[in-house]
């Protein structure tokens, strides 16, 4: 059973471009959480979607962010028009239907120049 | 608003135990949970508590104390693998599905 899959694992994006983040839960997992870190900090929650639905997006920016989970495919994490403060390792983990056990992908290295 | 606090860095030497602690001020307390991870690679679980007490997994203990909002990570026979950053986590809400909260971390240093 393969784990959480992100891709790519590095992104580099000129200021003003879009990022598109994606990533594929374990199998079975339909709960998926995306979190952004910083260099030698904690990981901050964004956002909590399970299939077609945004269940928490407490910790979204109000703009330029947006996240989807659809029906069939990877979640996506997208930044439009990148700014320099949204170079970060973004971490997308997944969870089943039930259970405390978060399963975390490698993240995805995001660098804007 | 919602905090978690745990030292910055704690150093020991191989085979000893050390213990990192967490305290925990936030709403809509569900479970705490503590994930290691090397590197800045995925952070992976360790272990989890919802009610009040010790868990053992292993050489790795955790314990929670509700009424003090605070809990711990104690690491037994520690390891040079054991070098890592690890993060306590709170699961907020009312259902183990919930979002996780995570404190700073704790970089562990093993020394020979």
């Known amino acids: 059973n393969a784990g959480v899959m992100q891709n790519p694992r590095h992104l580099v994006r000129r200021r003003g471009q879009e990022a598109r983040l994606r990533c594929s839960p374990m199998?079975?997992?339909?709960?998926v959480y995306w979190y952004r870190q910083l260099p030698e900090e904690g990981l901050k929650f964004m956002v909590y979607l399970q299939k077609e639905n945004i269940i928490d997006e407490s910790g979204m920016p109000k703009e330029r962010f947006s996240a989807e989970f659809p029906k069939e495919g990877p979640s996506i994490l997208r930044i439009q028009q990148v700014v320099r403060g949204d170079s970060a390792a973004y971490f997308c983990?997944?969870?089943?239907?039930?259970?405390?056990?978060?399963?975390f992908g490698q993240g995805t290295r995001l660098t804007v120049v | 608003g919602q905090s978690l606090e745990q030292p910055s860095e704690v150093t020991a030497v191989e085979g000893a135990i050390v213990q990192i602690n967490c305290t925990y001020q936030?709403?809509?307390?569900?479970?705490l949970s503590w994930y290691q991870q090397h590197d800045g690679g995925a952070p992976t679980f360790l272990s989890y508590?919802?009610?009040?007490g010790l868990e053992e997994t292993g050489r790795f203990s955790s314990f929670l104390s509700r009424s003090d909002s605070y809990g711990y990570l104690l690491l037994q026979e520690l390891q040079m693998k054991d070098s890592a950053s690890y993060f306590c986590a709170v699961l907020h809400g009312s259902g183990n599905t919930g979002k996780l909260i995570f404190g700073q971390g704790t970089t562990l240093q093993v020394k020979p």
């Open positions: 508590n919802g009610l009040d």
């Open positions: 199998k079975g997992h339909s709960h």
């Open positions: 983990a997944s969870s089943p239907p039930s259970g405390p056990m978060r399963h």
């Open positions: 936030t709403s809509g307390f569900y479970g």
